[in-house]
């Protein structure tokens, strides 16, 4: 049985360690709130703008964009996104291994024609070691996600598939669905699928009960209308996806320090009764020890 200045020691270093994690849950729901905020203050443009594009795209236009353009992958670039600390659980571990599992699949195009634009310190760190050269730092916006810095990184994509330099483009990051749960999706940026747009545009207006008149004037054309939209679109999808993983990221960091404070005092707990019952021990024992030296 470990002696009572042992377990007093271990008591101390838990609820220091318990003080720390309480304090990091707290600072992550302040962060949390703040892009809950932001995120909710993006939503409107963002479903306003694909309202307008998925309207337009009802009145049957065959756009040409270089967008949209599908070809066979020789060169793809993936974007993902992580955090730049850690102590928020699996967050980054998973975005490493959905990473990995994407680099396998297009293996055999060579290490030259895999293009990987990781935003987050733990992930970029995670490319290094795999031996890949990365497209980039964008360490800065992942803890501070920022329009400006978004639509550059947007544009270089749209820049890079327009001049074929890339074939395709990939994203991988976390959707903030609720506070106890953060979806790790993959999914492909360019080029860009109308169809699928337009659809799940359509299954929310059906679920909402809302319909828009397509009765517009538009000039000089419905097809540059669209084709003038199309990076406005994408730069947008840039955005929410750091919005999205920043949020995730604070509330899984959140939950993490929750889930460590919680077993803090679950120890604290078991080490306080240890100690108690060492310490009625040691004193039975002097007692016994007291009785026994009397009666001699």
């Given at each position: 049985m470990s002696s009572l200045k042992e377990v007093k020691s271990r008591i101390n270093s838990v609820k220091s360690t318990r003080q720390i994690t309480s304090a990091m849950k707290m600072v992550a729901s302040a962060k949390l709130h703040k892009a809950q905020i932001r995120i909710t203050h993006m939503l409107p443009y963002q479903r306003k703008l694909n309202e307008i594009l998925t309207n337009f795209l009802q009145t049957g236009s065959e756009l040409e964009s270089p967008?949209?353009?599908?070809?066979?992958?020789?060169?793809?670039?993936?974007?993902?996104?992580?955090?730049?600390?850690s102590l928020?659980?699996?967050f980054n571990a998973n975005v490493i291994k959905l990473l990995d599992r994407?680099?396998?699949?297009?293996?055999?195009?060579?290490?030259e024609n895999i293009?990987?634009?990781?935003?987050?310190?733990?992930?970029?760190?995670?490319?290094?070691?795999?031996?890949?050269?990365?497209?980039?730092?964008?360490?800065?916006?992942?803890?501070?996600p920022t329009y400006q810095?978004?639509?550059?990184?947007?544009e270089k994509l749209l820049k890079d598939f327009a001049d074929k330099k890339v074939d395709k483009v990939e994203i991988i990051y976390h959707h903030f669905k609720s506070m106890g749960s953060q979806i790790l999706i993959k999914e492909d940026y360019l080029p860009i699928d109308l169809a699928k747009i337009e659809k799940e545009q359509v299954a929310k207006e059906e679920n909402s009960k809302s319909r828009y008149l397509n009765d517009y004037l538009v000039e000089p054309s419905v097809d540059s209308l669209i084709?003038?939209?199309?990076?406005?679109?994408?730069?947008?999808?840039?955005?929410?996806?750091?919005?999205?993983?920043?949020?995730?990221?604070?509330?899984?960091r959140m939950l993490a320090m929750q889930t460590a404070t919680d077993n803090a005092n679950d120890l604290i707990q078991d080490l306080t009764i240890q100690y108690n019952k060492s310490r009625q021990q040691a004193i039975t024992n002097e007692l016994l020890d007291i009785i026994g030296g009397s009666m001699k």
């Open positions: 967008y949209t353009e599908v070809r066979p992958v020789g060169r793809v670039a993936i974007v993902a996104f992580s955090s730049n600390s928020c659980g699996a994407a680099i396998e699949e297009y293996r055999s195009l060579g290490k293009l990987i634009y990781p935003v987050g310190k733990k992930v970029e760190s995670a490319v290094r070691k795999m031996g890949y050269s990365i497209q980039g730092s964008y360490q800065v916006i992942a803890d501070k810095e978004a639509y550059e990184l947007a084709a003038a939209l199309l990076p406005k679109v994408l730069c947008q999808k840039i955005y929410t996806v750091l919005l999205d993983s920043n949020t995730s990221e604070h509330a899984a």
